[in-house]
C-alpha cells in the first residue's frame, strides 16, 4: 500500500455518494505496500479503504473483485467490494469488463475499487496461537474458493520469475546471482514432475503475509485469537494450495533476524490448517520445495521493487536480503519437522 496517485477529496466523495456509502468526511492517503494507492475514507456511515490499481487491467480485475465477494458470501472474513448499479448483474465479461464488473470503479483516470475497512489489528510477532488461527482460516479459505468460477494465473508465478530474475541479476553480487540461477532452475524442474501435476489446485491469496490479517480476542472470556480479517487480494490468482501455505509459513512461521523456521509456530499452523484440509502425499513431497518457491518469488519481487522502484509520494520498499536470507535457510534445512508425525487421515480432501 503506497500512494502513486494522488486522489482529490472532491473526487472521492462523489464516489462514495454514487456508491450509497454516505457523505465523506476524511480521507488519508495510507503508507506502506509497494504495489497499489490506497487510501482510509471515512463517511458518515463508516469507515473504508479506496484502493486504485497501479499495474492490474481492468480486464484482470474483475477475477479479484469477484473473489473477495465469493469468499464474503461464504462467510469469509474478506473485504467485500462495494458495488455500483444493478445487483446480482455479472461480474465479469471479457469482452467488457469495466462495464460489466459493478464492483470496480475509475477514481482519477484509474481503476478503483472500495470495501470497508476491517476490525481488529495486525499482529507483527505472532505467536503459535495466532500462526493455529491463521492456519485454520487459510484452509477455510481454500476450501471456499474451490467452487469460484474464475480462473487467472498468479501473475507473480514462475513465467514471471523467468522473466524478471534476467532483470534484477546486473544488481546483485556473483554468490547472489548464482544462488538466483540456481533455485530458478530447480524450480523450473519441479514444476515439470509428476508430483507437482497432481497438487490440488484452486484460487490463493498468494500474499498472506502478517500485515495482511487482523485479529481479535475469542469474545468468550478467553485470550486465543480470532482472524476478523484477512485482506490485499491483488496478488491472488489460481494456483497451487500448497504454494499458498508455503507463503504463509515463510512469514508467520520464521525468526526474522535470521530466516530460520520456528518448530513450533510452524507445527501449530500446519497442525490447524491439515485438521481442515490434510495435505496429500504429493503435497507432504513437495511441501520443502514450495517453501524454496515462496522464499525465491518474494525475494526476487523485492530485488525487483528495490532497484527498479516506481515513483510514489509514500513508498517504502521492503529489504530484499530477508528472503535471501529465508531461501538460502530453506534450502540448507529442507526439512518440515511439523510433518514427521502421522498425516491426519484424508477425510474431507482437495
Same mark, same amino acid.
Given at each position: 500500500?503506497?500512494?502513486?496517485?494522488?486522489?482529490?477529496?472532491?473526487?472521492?466523495?462523489?464516489?462514495?455518494?454514487?456508491?450509497?456509502?454516505?457523505?465523506?468526511?476524511?480521507?488519508?492517503?495510507?503508507?506502506?505496500?509497494?504495489?497499489?494507492?490506497?487510501?482510509?475514507?471515512?463517511?458518515?456511515?463508516?469507515?473504508?479503504? /479506496?484502493?486504485?490499481?497501479?499495474?492490474?487491467? $481492468?480486464?484482470?480485475?474483475?477475477?479479484?473483485?469477484?473473489?473477495?465477494?465469493?469468499? *464474503?458470501?461464504?462467510?469469509?472474513?474478506?473485504?467485500?467490494?462495494?458495488?455500483?448499479?444493478?445487483? #446480482? #448483474?455479472?461480474?465479469?465479461?471479457?469482452?467488457?469488463?469495466?462495464?460489466?464488473?459493478?464492483?470496480?470503479?475509475?477514481?482519477?483516470?484509474?481503476?478503483?475499487?472500495?470495501?470497508?475497512?476491517?476490525?481488529?489489528?495486525?499482529?507483527?510477532?505472532?505467536?503459535?496461537?495466532?500462526?493455529?488461527?491463521?492456519?485454520? /482460516?487459510?484452509?477455510?479459505?481454500?476450501?471456499?474458493?474451490?467452487?469460484? #468460477?474464475?480462473?487467472?494465473?498468479?501473475?507473480? #508465478?514462475? $513465467?514471471?520469475?523467468?522473466?524478471?530474475?534476467?532483470?534484477?541479476?546486473?544488481?546483485?553480487?556473483?554468490?547472489?546471482?548464482?544462488?538466483?540461477?540456481?533455485?530458478?532452475?530447480?524450480?523450473?524442474?519441479?514444476?515439470?514432475?509428476?508430483?507437482?501435476?497432481?497438487?490440488?489446485?484452486?484460487?490463493?491469496?498468494?500474499?498472506?503475509?502478517?500485515?495482511?490479517?487482523?485479529?481479535?480476542?475469542?469474545?468468550?472470556?478467553?485470550?486465543?485469537?480470532?482472524?476478523?480479517?484477512?485482506?490485499?487480494?491483488?496478488?491472488?490468482?489460481?494456483?497451487?494450495? /500448497?504454494?499458498?501455505?508455503?507463503?504463509?509459513?515463510?512469514?508467520?512461521?520464521?525468526?526474522?533476524?535470521?530466516?530460520?523456521?520456528?518448530?513450533?509456530?510452524?507445527?501449530?499452523?500446519?497442525?490447524?490448517?491439515?485438521?481442515?484440509?490434510?495435505?496429500?502425499?504429493?503435497?507432504?513431497?513437495?511441501?520443502?520445495?514450495?517453501?524454496?518457491?515462496? *522464499?525465491?518469488?518474494?525475494?526476487?519481487?523485492?530485488?525487483?521493487?528495490?532497484?527498479?522502484?516506481?515513483?510514489?509520494?509514500?513508498?517504502?520498499?521492503?529489504?530484499?536480503?530477508?528472503?535471501?536470507?529465508? /531461501?538460502?535457510?530453506?534450502?540448507?534445512?529442507?526439512?518440515?519437522?511439523?510433518?514427521?508425525?502421522? $498425516?491426519?487421515?484424508?477425510?474431507?480432501? *482437495?
Amino acid at each position: 500500500m503506497a500512494v502513486f496517485t494522488e486522489v482529490q477529496a472532491d473526487d472521492a466523495a462523489e464516489l462514495m455518494r454514487c456508491l450509497g456509502l454516505g457523505e465523506l468526511t476524511a480521507l488519508r492517503g495510507i503508507e506502506g505496500g509497494i504495489e497499489n494507492t490506497n487510501y482510509f475514507a471515512t463517511t458518515d456511515r463508516g469507515e473504508y479503504v /479506496l484502493t486504485l490499481f497501479e499495474r492490474l487491467t $481492468p480486464a484482470q480485475l474483475p477475477y479479484y473483485l469477484g473473489l473477495m465477494k465469493h469468499l *464474503a458470501e461464504r462467510g469469509m472474513p474478506v473485504p467485500e467490494p462495494a458495488a455500483r448499479g444493478a445487483e #446480482g #448483474g455479472p461480474l465479469f465479461d471479457a469482452e467488457s469488463p469495466d462495464r460489466a464488473c459493478p464492483l470496480l470503479q475509475t477514481i482519477a483516470g484509474k481503476p478503483a475499487a472500495v470495501v470497508r475497512k476491517l476490525q481488529g489489528r495486525s499482529e507483527l510477532a505472532p505467536t503459535a496461537d495466532h500462526c493455529s488461527a491463521l492456519g485454520d /482460516l487459510l484452509a477455510q479459505l481454500h476450501l471456499a474458493g474451490r467452487d469460484y #468460477g474464475q480462473v487467472q494465473p498468479n501473475l507473480r #508465478g514462475l $513465467p514471471w520469475w523467468n522473466e524478471t530474475v534476467p532483470v534484477v541479476l546486473p544488481h546483485v553480487d556473483d554468490a547472489q546471482a548464482a544462488l538466483l540461477r540456481s533455485e530458478l532452475a530447480y524450480q523450473n524442474h519441479v514444476a515439470e514432475s509428476s508430483a507437482y501435476a497432481a497438487l490440488p489446485r484452486g484460487p490463493v491469496h498468494a500474499d498472506l503475509f502478517r500485515d495482511n490479517a487482523m485479529f481479535a480476542h475469542d469474545g468468550k472470556g478467553g485470550t486465543l485469537p480470532v482472524v476478523t480479517g484477512v485482506f490485499d487480494f491483488y496478488f491472488a490468482g489460481t494456483d497451487t494450495w /500448497l504454494f499458498d501455505l508455503a507463503v504463509c509459513l515463510n512469514d508467520w512461521a520464521i525468526d526474522l533476524p535470521t530466516g530460520r523456521a520456528d518448530p513450533a509456530r510452524s507445527r501449530a499452523l500446519l497442525d490447524a490448517y491439515q485438521a481442515r484440509r490434510p495435505l496429500g502425499a504429493a503435497e507432504r513431497e513437495l511441501l520443502p520445495a514450495m517453501l524454496r518457491a515462496g *522464499a525465491l518469488r518474494f525475494w526476487i519481487s523485492r530485488l525487483w521493487d528495490f532497484h527498479l522502484p516506481r515513483e510514489a509520494s509514500m513508498l517504502k520498499p521492503h529489504d530484499p536480503t530477508h528472503f535471501e536470507r529465508v /531461501l538460502r535457510e530453506r534450502v540448507r534445512a529442507p526439512q518440515v519437522p511439523a510433518l514427521q508425525a502421522e $498425516p491426519v487421515a484424508e477425510t474431507l480432501g *482437495a
